[in-house]
């Protein structure tokens, strides 16, 4: 099956600390997105990518679509108290699987 | 505005007992989707309907059913509740199938004792 590997499972940074986090698959994808949820809440779309190799970013946060349509990146620059939650990577192919998750905390 | 609602929030629930999970949104969106949200594994897709009248299954549908009478209400239904199926369910929709831009519900947390 389509099954994506997400890491890390859980980041402990200082405020200010720039993060990144990825997924990997081996099925190709057509789209590439990233949800990030909150404590009690339905994840939030952050970013959409839809093209090999595109690069994309939505205030701090920056994603990348892998090359080979088998990956993504997200990175978090210059990290806040609100950026907790748990951040999933979605692949779009003939269904649309998540990854487990990366949890992040963020210390003050 | 509020784009999709959930109920109920919790619910606990004996084994073996029906139960329907509800789900309506207000965004007119043709494709809705039913997932589960289980520690260490993400999201899993139940069941989905790209328009009203169609339904799907997706990757984990054994013990569930719904239906999309109309374009708002996606009901998710399982039959006779079993522990294993304890979990946060999440009901979404998006404007058009495929496009992985989904948005979310709150959850309905389901406990089956």
């Known amino acids: 099956g389509q099954q994506l590997n997400q890491s890390p499972q859980s980041m402990f940074i200082q405020e200010g600390e720039d993060v990144s986090m990825n997924c990997t698959s081996s099925s190709i994808f057509n789209t590439w997105l990233w949800y990030k949820q909150d404590p009690g809440e339905g994840p939030v779309l952050l970013i959409a990518l839809y093209k090999a190799g595109e690069l994309t970013s939505n205030g701090r946060l920056t994603a990348q679509f892998g090359i080979t349509r088998k990956d993504s990146f997200l990175n978090i620059s210059a990290s806040i108290p609100s950026d907790v939650g748990i951040y999933f990577c979605a692949g779009q192919g003939y269904d649309m699987r998540f990854g487990a998750g990366t949890r992040l905390t963020v210390k003050p | 505005i509020a784009g999709i609602t959930q109920a109920p929030t919790s619910q606990i629930l004996a084994a073996g007992r029906r139960m329907t999970l509800r789900c309506t949104q207000d965004?007119?969106?043709?494709?809705m989707y039913w997932y589960r949200q289980d520690l260490g594994l993400g999201l899993r897709l139940i069941h989905y309907?790209?328009?009203?009248?169609?339904?799907g299954k997706g990757e984990v549908p054994d013990g569930y059913s719904v239906s999309r009478a109309n374009t708002d209400d996606f009901p998710l239904t399982l039959a006779s509740a079993v522990p294993s199926q304890t979990s946060v369910y999440f009901c979404?929709?998006?404007?058009?199938?495929?496009?992985?831009?989904?948005?979310f519900g709150e959850g309905s947390r389901l406990t089956v004792l």
């Open positions: 979404a929709s998006s404007d058009r199938a495929n496009t992985g831009e989904l948005f």
């Open positions: 309907s790209n328009t009203a009248g169609t339904t």
């Open positions: 965004m007119r969106h043709n494709a």
